[in-house]
């Protein structure tokens, strides 16, 4: 993504993360940030592999990268031009380290420019689909043919290869799509690997990082549980623990992790805030009594939640109730449980990078959302994040590893403020059941129909629009629901999903059918963005 205009001037603020580095005691690889949006996608591919693999500012001092001794260094793309005014630039002495780099996109620019290539802007930008000649197998094209097709977006390329680079591969019009350092184990792809759109795209990073890298592939779900179980037994030693449950699997696994680690030292809330799925609560305390010895408190706070929303239609203003109401219900609750030192969370790997980004980014003013569900610090207790280096397939592996059962490790996401975002307009009970009822339907019918795991989040949304309809030989007036079905790799873009059209007309048959008030049915065919998955 490099040199293509767009508006994302936020490149170095967005790179700045909180967080460990190289905790995991495996060999590691470092991604550099230079602002890709799919630099997540890189580290999540090389875990793939096994290998540990974090992301860090760009800028990360060699010095620093040094301390933390990684097998291997990828530098990402980025949306600006190496040679602009404000490009992020790495420490130019991470080329003189004895680590092997990849870099892709503007990554491979700035490493070529570092050794005296010239990077312009390209006669025809290549976004999209290309094919790409391999001319020199073995390496980091080894087992790859010599033909395939790649994703590429940019709009610089590298004019010249200096003395210090030679082409591994070329398209029609980008003579350089891979390059390789002839003395230094230093690669460059103009286009992204890390993408699903590029063949063998898992294989020419595992070239790298298994065999340019050497790193030993050794990292692996059971070792981190392992790990964290040790961890958390140390530092917690005979104090109690207090963990929110969602319903979701994030909370669920961390319960789990903690429950393995410390037993009856832990100690669970569920806040009922009356927003919740059909049937959630009764499946919390399900699912709670079937893996867990300890013990559950279960608030019903749905009065308060629903009392406090009673006209309020403003969806920001929605979440600020929410965010708040809960934030006083959990104080509450904690406060019985007297011993309680230590608050769990769910915290998973891109919060941290995201929550290390600029608040003032275009990123930041969507939704005041992911923040809702969140805990302030001043509630006093000190924080434990097991799952703060994982990604969500990660934390699934990890689900299913310590015995949740398939339909919770698989649940799709649901947003902290509940149906409340789903509600189009007022919040009153009976709506709330109109979506509940509705989103059952669906939920169920997918599953059915063998679709759910396809779709990454897929739910009910009641719209403030009443319509016409025709029921026996009497006209109705009455509700419309959409119904909103995404595919998405990180939620941060998403397409709408191809329903069959099978499975749409027994959804919404049943729907008009069983759930008292409705006549329509829609269904959603935005991707994002630019529209967002939620409709508030
Ligand atoms: P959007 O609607 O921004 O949603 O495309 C992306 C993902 O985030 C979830 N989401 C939320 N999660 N609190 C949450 O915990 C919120 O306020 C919130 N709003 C959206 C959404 O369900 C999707 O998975």
Redesign the pocket.
């Known amino acids: 993504m490099s040199g293509v205009p767009d508006n994302s001037s936020v490149v170095a603020e967005n790179t700045a993360y909180r967080g460990e580095i190289g905790s995991s005691g495996e060999d590691l690889v470092l991604v550099l940030d230079f602002g890709s949006q799919t630099a997540q996608l890189i580290a999540r591919r090389v875990r793939e592999q096994n290998v540990f693999c974090q992301l860090v500012r760009h800028d990360l001092s060699a010095a620093r990268i040094r301390e933390l001794n990684p097998k291997g260094l990828i530098l990402s793309g980025g949306p600006a031009s190496v040679y602009g005014d404000a490009a992020p630039q790495p420490d130019p002495e991470i080329f003189d380290l004895d680590v092997p780099i990849l870099g892709i996109c503007y990554g491979m620019q700035v490493a070529c420019r570092s050794a005296g290539s010239e990077v312009r802007s390209a006669e025809s930008r290549e976004f999209g689909h290309a094919d790409v000649r391999v001319h020199d197998a073995g390496g980091l094209f080894e087992g790859i043919p010599d033909s395939l097709k790649v994703w590429m977006s940019h709009g610089d390329q590298v004019d010249d290869l200096s003395e210090h680079f030679v082409s591994l591969a070329e398209t029609d019009t980008c003579p350089f799509a891979a390059v390789k350092h002839h003395s230094k184990p230093h690669y460059g792809l103009q286009f992204h690997p890390e993408v699903t759109h590029t063949d063998f795209g898992s294989q020419l990073l595992s070239n790298f990082v298994r065999n340019v890298c050497g790193a030993s592939g050794s990292w692996e779900i059971s070792s981190v549980i392992e790990r964290e179980i040790e961890s958390l037994r140390e530092r917690v030693g005979n104090r109690r623990v207090i963990c929110g449950l969602s319903g979701g699997v994030d909370s669920s696994v961390v319960a789990a992790l903690l429950y393995k680690a410390i037993g009856d030292q832990l100690s669970c809330i569920f806040v009922d805030n009356g927003l919740v799925r059909k049937n959630e609560t009764e499946m919390v305390r399900q699912q709670f009594a079937d893996h867990f010895q300890t013990d559950l408190h279960v608030v019903d706070a749905s009065d308060r939640f629903l009392n406090e929303l009673a006209g309020v239609t403003d969806p920001q203003k929605k979440?600020k109730i929410i965010g708040r109401v809960f934030i006083e219900v959990f104080r509450d609750e904690a406060k019985q449980i007297e011993d309680a030192h230590f608050l769990a969370q769910g915290t998973l790997y891109p919060d941290v990078i995201e929550s290390g980004a600029n608040p003032d980014g275009p990123a930041a003013t969507?939704?005041a959302?992911?923040n809702?569900?969140g805990l302030p610090d001043e509630l006093g207790f000190e924080l434990i994040e097991p799952l703060r280096d994982l990604f969500k397939d990660e934390v699934r592996q990890m689900g299913l590893a310590l015995g949740l059962p398939d339909d919770l490790v698989w649940r799709h996401?649901?947003?902290?403020?509940g149906l409340a975002?789903r509600c189009l307009g007022e919040i009153t009970r009976d709506r709330l059941e109109t979506l509940r009822e509705a989103d059952a339907i669906l939920i169920e019918e997918l599953h059915t129909a063998g679709l759910y795991r396809d779709i990454q989040?897929a739910f009910v949304v009641l719209l403030p629009v009443q319509t016409v309809g025709v029921m026996g030989d009497a006209r109705t007036y009455e509700d419309t629901l959409a119904i909103r079905a995404v595919q998405t790799d990180d939620?941060m873009t998403?397409d709408w999903y191809r329903m069959p059209y099978d499975v749409l007309q027994r959804i919404s048959t049943r729907i008009i059918n069983s759930v008292r008030g409705v006549n329509r049915v829609v269904y959603d065919v935005s991707s994002?963005p630019p529209s967002?998955?939620?409709w508030e």
């Open positions: 979440r969507i939704k959302h992911h809702v569900g996401p649901f947003p902290g403020p975002v989040q939620f998403a994002k967002t998955i939620e």
